[in-house]
């Protein structure tokens, strides 16, 4: 309640703040247009931008200890938080420059063009690239090797319960979390874009041939994908995966098989439903109705005909497919259904290690360890929308 | 008005027949399943005769067309069937009256419901707000942080956003409780409190996607002729965008609001296990783990049907939203 009156009390000052100020304003400038104009949500607005930056400031230079020596897990988190912003800044700039005067001409001029969080987004995709391919390389234990210490606190610093050896630490039956973060990138992004690959190949496939051949093939088909999209995807999903691990240990397939397929198929009538939209508008061209009566055949006029025309938007479609593909696995692994635990994946490691949190002020290193779990997942699918909104945006030519 | 009613009542029609269809998609996929219930309740080690018995008690023995229309008719008479737990305890150590799934489900779910009602209470103002105010000052930095965040939120899975809220709002500054032990009879405000860190993770995965969607609609608006009218007036950017943009573009909003309320139903599932609240989605959950087929159609059930309900109400609303609808010429 008194946290709520606070609240109110901080705004209205903000609000009597923004009243003086822009009087202040017409006062100073002999009332020029640009204060005169100015609506009191627009000096709100200013001053409450202000009130924040000072309070950010102040905050972030607050002292790491208190005065029994225990570390203030607030301003310690505040101080990662703004750092890691200004890295992942600078780094996209960085990236952005090295882009504009490295590589061939077009992708210059792309890069150029590119807002800033599209030059992150791509630089993310870029490492975590690096990382799921050469993730054996990279990790320095394997993911489901169990080693000599269990619970090792993060932090590699042997007072306060770490172990050089293991810089993050290990979980509960001794597994290196570094490593298993590293091989996460493998098979959580690895097993998502397979997945998406699937429904894509599934999806176009037949919205294609529904679009080519109409009648009552596409009218079955359309119908169908009516009635599996009336039903929510990750409850669908969830019902699937409890008749599917009632059959995988009767036909000895692992249950991640069965889960790829699934998502696959439950995700492959999104992607119909644009397929058959783009392909619809393509095959009444007049180089369709040429192509047909060369007498070409119905593989020539898809593959060759109407899948050139239509991968600008089916591209996008494959960015933001991939993110809703790799978040259902994710709430999957999450729940305890989906990627099978010897081999290590975010979303499990979110749940195994989700009780550290509750330690964040005695030891806020310990506490980050899910969070980093969970914000590989996050970081990523941010970083695919990012570009994604970059090129529907470049692709719509909308300016403003 | 005879004209939308026509519309209205097709597609409440339509809506009844894809509920039909998707109550037989359902019942098909779990028969799907090999060996059947009764293998199911009773095990590998289970004798043919007791498999029987069993099969004869739940009506296995009948063709599918015949255990459909029996399963749907329960449905419409309120009786869901019996859980396997349950069956598996009587079988196995006696005991008299069955609890039913509906007895199970139907506390869970008022309490899920409680949760969304108090999301949506929460997060359409804000979103509707926000998305009025980036629309507003379109292109400045208010616009383009709020453009940002949002997207990030949209793409962040929810146990992200909800152990995030768990670290700042319960463990660091302990304000509310992580865990929401709702029970019944709590006091009104108590129950509020408890469900407010999971009715915050929704507000958030909800708002950003109302937010944008608000913001799309009255942008598109803005160039129409009436707009520039409205500007040329002399009337402030506020009151052109709060009487002129905001109620044209009320069908598209209302439509993402009822979408998104649809999809607070799958986002539930997930927070709901993370804040350890007693709603549908976490007995969902726990029944998939147990493999409990009975419970587990049920809620599928319920689930695709608010989710089809909300799309319908979407549907209707935005035909009665539209003037040139109500009054056809």
Not at chain 1, 13 to 38: C, E, H, K, V
Not at chain 1, 94 to 105: D, H, N, P, R, Y
Not at chain 2, 83 to 96: K, M, P, V
Not at chain 2, 219 to 247: C, D, F, T
Request: hydrophobic share 60%; with cysteine; proline share 5%.
């Amino acid at each position: 309640m008194i946290t709520i009156l606070w609240i109110v009390g901080v705004l209205l000052a903000i609000l009597a703040l923004a009243f003086g100020f822009r009087w202040a304003g017409q006062m100073a400038t002999s009332n020029a247009p640009g204060f005169r104009d100015m609506p009191l949500s627009v000096a709100f607005g200013y001053v409450f931008g202000v009130v924040l930056l000072i309070w950010a400031v102040r905050f972030y230079f607050q002292p790491l200890m208190n005065e029994q020596g225990v570390p203030v897990a607030s301003v310690i988190f505040f101080r990662w938080a703004i750092q890691g912003l200004i890295i992942a800044m600078i780094a996209a700039f960085a990236f952005k420059q090295f882009g504009k005067f490295v590589g061939t001409e077009w992708s210059k001029k792309l890069f150029r063009s590119m807002p800033l969080t599209a030059a992150f987004g791509i630089l993310v995709i870029i490492i975590y690239a690096i990382f799921a391919i050469f993730a054996g390389a990279i990790a320095p234990y394997g993911q489901a090797e169990i080693l000599g210490a269990a619970n090792v606190l993060p932090g590699g610093d042997v007072a306060t319960g770490g172990n050089p050896d293991y810089p993050l630490g290990t979980d509960n039956i001794g597994r290196d979390i570094l490593s298993r973060l590293i091989y996460g990138a493998q098979n959580t992004v690895g097993i998502a874009f397979i997945t998406t690959l699937l429904a894509f190949v599934i999806g176009v496939t037949l919205g294609f041939l529904a679009a080519t051949l109409g009648g009552w093939l596409d009218q079955l088909l359309s119908r169908g994908v009516d009635v599996l999209m009336a039903i929510p995807s990750l409850i669908f999903a969830l019902l699937l995966m409890t008749i599917a691990s009632v059959w995988a240990p009767r036909i000895g397939i692992p249950l991640t098989y069965f889960m790829v397929v699934i998502i696959a198929v439950i995700d492959s009538t999104r992607v119909y439903r644009l397929a058959r939209a783009v392909a619809l508008n393509i095959v009444v061209m007049d180089y369709i109705e040429a192509a047909k009566l060369r007498g070409e055949g119905l593989a020539y006029l898809v593959f060759r005909e109407i899948l050139p025309n239509a991968t600008a938007p089916l591209l996008a479609e494959f960015g933001l497919r991939f993110c809703f593909v790799f978040l259902t696995i994710a709430a999957l692994s999450f729940l305890g259904v989906g990627i099978q635990p010897p081999l290590s994946d975010w979303g499990t490691m979110v749940k195994d290690l989700a009780p550290f949190i509750n330690f964040a002020q005695f030891a806020p290193l310990a506490a980050v360890t899910p969070l980093l779990a969970a914000g590989a997942i996050a970081l990523l699918t941010v970083a695919v929308n990012f570009v994604v909104d970059w090129m529907l945006h470049k692709s719509s030519g909308l300016k403003e | 008005m005879g004209n939308v009613l026509t519309i209205v009542v097709q597609r409440l029609l339509l809506g009844l027949l894809t509920l039909l269809v998707v109550s037989i998609v359902i019942f098909l996929a779990v028969n799907a399943l090999p060996g059947d219930f009764a293998e199911a309740i009773l095990g590998q080690g289970a004798t043919p005769d007791a498999i029987a018995t069993i099969r004869r008690d739940l009506g296995l023995d009948q063709p599918l067309v015949v255990r459909y229309f029996s399963w749907l008719s329960g449905i419409l008479r309120g009786d869901l069937g019996i859980s396997f737990a349950q069956l598996n305890f009587r079988t196995n150590l006696g005991g008299a009256g069955d609890v039913g799934v509906i007895d199970q489900i139907a506390p869970r779910l008022s309490n899920t419901l409680f949760l969304a009602l108090v999301t949506a209470m929460i997060a359409v103002p804000i979103a509707v707000a926000l998305g009025v105010l980036a629309a507003l000052f379109r292109n400045s930095v208010f616009d383009r942080v709020a453009n940002i965040t949002t997207l990030s939120s949209i793409s962040s899975p929810e146990f992200f956003m909800a152990y995030v809220l768990i670290l700042f709002l319960a463990v660091l500054n302990p304000i509310l409780p992580s865990l929401s032990n709702i029970y019944d009879g709590m006091p009104f405000a108590e129950r509020i409190e408890k469900s407010l860190l999971p009715a915050l993770t929704l507000t958030l995965v909800v708002t950003a996607h109302m937010m944008r969607m608000t913001r799309a609609a009255i942008i598109n608006l803005l160039a129409s002729p009436y707009i520039e009218m409205a500007r040329l007036k002399g009337m402030s950017p506020m009151r052109v965008i709060v009487k002129h943009a905001l109620p044209n573009a009320l069908a598209p909003i209302i439509n993402v609001i009822a979408l998104n309320l649809a999809y607070l139903i799958t986002g539930v599932v997930v927070v709901e296990v993370v804040f350890v609240y007693p709603g549908i989605g976490q007995l969902f959950v726990d029944s998939v783990k147990i493999r409990d087929i009975p419970v587990v159609q049920a809620c599928c059930l319920i689930f695709a049907a608010a989710y089809i309900l909300l799309n319908l109400t979407a549907d209707i609303l935005s035909i009665l939203s539209n003037p040139r609808l109500r009054h056809p010429k």
